[in-house]
Antibody, heavy 127, light 109 residues
Framework: QLQLQESGSGLVKPSQTLSLTCAVSGGSISSGGYSWSWIRQPPGKGLEWIGYIYHSGSTYYNPSLKSRVTISVDRSKNQFSLKLSSVTAADTAVYYC???????????????????WGQGTLVTVSS | QSVLTQPPSVSAAPGQKVTISCSGS????????VSWYQQLPGTAPKLLIYENNKRPSGIPDRFSGSKSGTSATLGITGLQTGDEADYYCGTWDSSLRAVFGGGTKLTVL
């Protein structure tokens, strides 16, 4: 059974960089042609997609966060990471990592759903 | 302001049926698969329906999904108190970016 586990600093000062890692166990991050994503949820609010890294290494980001986000993969450690720079209080949220399932058609493959999720980690931005 | 529109809340009695709607546009739902997620209080979201109407292994057939044009619907029959949760629809836009609905809180009266 695939499992994802977020880790990182739970408290970040304004203007600094938020850094989180998602460790994948029960399967290889490199197999199956899957992509890997970050999603966040501010307290009491809905889900906000942050971005994902395709199995090819290409990245796709939420336009509203694109200038501040970097998602990368460390295949040797079977994990992927999120960096969000210049944080403010508005970035306070529970951050989830997730696997992206998809489908292939006409020789191309597309993302379709988030099938495995980490338990989430609360990151608070405060001085 | 979420890209996809869901009712903030729905309610029904145990044993009854409820539907949750999700409205989008031709640039998202109209041309992509829809998925649904259940978020029980204090837990991570869980995939409930994918590719409009498919259920992952372990999801009971009380849960169903459908899509028509630029809207999608989640149906839950035989409501149980354990179904009380927030439900989110999700899809992708033409630039391969994910979008979610604002979520619907289900109350089983």
């Amino acid at each position: 059974q695939l499992q994802l586990q977020e880790s990182g600093s739970g408290l970040v000062k304004p203007s600094q960089t938020l850094s989180l890692t998602c460790a994948v166990s029960g399967g290889s991050i490199s197999s199956g042609g899957y992509s890997w994503s970050w999603i966040r949820q501010p307290p009491g609010k809905g889900l906000e997609w942050i971005g994902y890294i395709y199995h090819s290494g290409s990245t796709y980001y939420n336009p509203s966060l694109k200038s501040r986000v970097t998602i990368s993969v460390d295949r040797s450690k079977n994990q992927f990471s999120l960096k969000l720079s210049s944080v403010t209080a508005a970035d306070t949220a529970v951050y989830y990592c997730a696997r992206v399932g998809g489908y292939c058609s006409g020789g191309s493959c597309y993302p379709s759903y988030f099938d495995y999720w980490g338990q989430g980690t609360l990151v608070t931005v405060s001085s | 302001q979420s890209v996809l529109t869901q009712p903030p809340s729905v309610s029904a009695a145990p044993g009854q049926k409820v539907t949750i709607s999700c409205s989008g546009s031709s640039s998202n739902i109209g041309n992509n698969y829809v998925s649904w997620y259940q978020q029980l209080p204090g837990t991570a979201p869980k995939l409930l329906i994918y590719e409009n109407n498919k259920r992952p292994s372990g999801i009971p057939d009380r849960f169903s999904g459908s899509k028509s044009g630029t809207s999608a619907t989640l149906g839950i029959t035989g409501l149980q108190t354990g179904d009380e949760a927030d439900y989110y629809c999700g899809t992708w836009d033409s630039s391969l970016r994910a979008v979610f609905g604002g979520g619907t809180k289900l109350t089983v009266l």
